[in-house]
């Protein structure tokens, strides 16, 4: 009989890479982590890893049976999510991620919700980037958070999640009016609109993340390599910055009010998609469908009570 545990180990071998990784991310020891891999594959009987270099990578027959990981564990989730529905009320821990802007956003709204309709759950909020949520949820430090993706840098398919959809929304070029070069009337592609701001410094988010990767493929789509002077992951510190006369940047619709004096915010042929994240498998766990349905009613309330943003469109 294969190891629930032990396959838990495998698929985070071929998601993370390194045996190093696994151990960090799950708080053992890689020798231990050597040692429990070692030990399924006794129990699978055949070769599961193989030497390339200095990593361990996945024979056919480990990646095989990564997919047979990946039901197993979904499956074990959908059981947990009906076990916590058999119970009586929706309490305990919720430990939330979320990127920065749904936090000052999206999350005040849901956790209000939340704490009107299951007083007894106790939600946790900790600020992630995007690309770090799958990593976060299956080493079980979180349980639920709010993701994106951007045109230019789509969601990378990963069966060890499952998502709801929450707003599609548009991106915007925020420019200082001493630099806004932008005519309405010379086209609305990425070249015209992005164009005239191809010589001024950018500010985007640090490297690795995901607003930094659209930041920098939209600007080459446009044809130009964009001069990023500053790093910041909080849409309101790029506004802010942008105010300060530092630059151009990248801001989405929930980010763009309020907007500080003198600065410009011209409508982009770009999107940014917000959903929930969680185990695949847990949907149906009444915590997880609780912040699901606050999540969607916050979002419903801020489209409610916003009207267009202004500048350019």
Not at 4 to 25: F, K, P, S, Y
Not at 68 to 95: C, F, K, S, T, Y
Request: charged residues 20%; hydrophobic residues 45%.
């Amino acid at each position: 009989m294969l190891d629930v545990r032990r396959l838990h180990l495998l698929r985070e071998l071929d998601r993370r890479g390194t045996i190093a990784a696994v151990a960090e991310a799950l708080t053992f020891t890689a020798s231990a982590v050597s040692q429990q891999l070692g030990v399924l594959e006794r129990e699978a009987g055949v070769p599961l890893l193989e030497r390339s270099g200095r990593r361990v990578v996945l024979t056919p027959a480990g990646r095989s049976l990564v997919a047979h990981a990946d039901a197993v564990l979904n499956r074990l989730e959908q059981a947990v999510a009906e076990l916590a529905g058999a119970r009586d009320g929706i309490g305990g821990p919720l430990r939330i991620g979320t990127f920065p802007s749904g936090g000052h956003t999206i999350v005040p709204g849901a956790l209000a919700e939340l704490a009107s309709r299951h007083p007894a759950l106790e939600p946790m909020v900790r600020e992630i980037d995007s690309a770090r949520v799958s990593d976060g949820l299956r080493a079980g430090e979180l349980d639920a958070a709010l993701v994106h993706d951007y045109d230019f840098v789509p969601a990378t398919p990963d069966t060890t999640v499952d998502e709801v959809p929450l707003l599609e929304e548009p991106m915007y070029l925020v420019t200082h009016a001493a630099d806004t070069a932008t005519d309405s009337g010379s086209g609305s592609t990425l070249a015209a609109l992005l164009g005239p701001c191809a010589e001024v410094p950018w500010i985007t988010a640090r490297d690795g993340t995901t607003g930094h990767a659209m930041a920098v493929r939209a600007c080459q789509a446009a044809g130009f390599q964009p001069r990023i002077r500053h790093q910041v992951n909080d849409f309101r510190t790029v506004l802010a910055l942008v105010a300060a006369g530092q630059g151009a940047g990248f801001v989405p619709r929930m980010a763009a009010e309020p907007s500080p004096a003198g600065v410009v915010l011209t409508k982009l042929p770009l999107f940014r998609r917000s959903k929930v994240a969680f185990r695949a498998g847990g949907g149906a766990h009444p915590a997880i469908a609780a912040f699901v349905a606050a999540a969607t009613t916050a979002v419903e309330r801020m489209a409610g009570s916003r009207g267009p943003a202004g500048g350019s469109e």
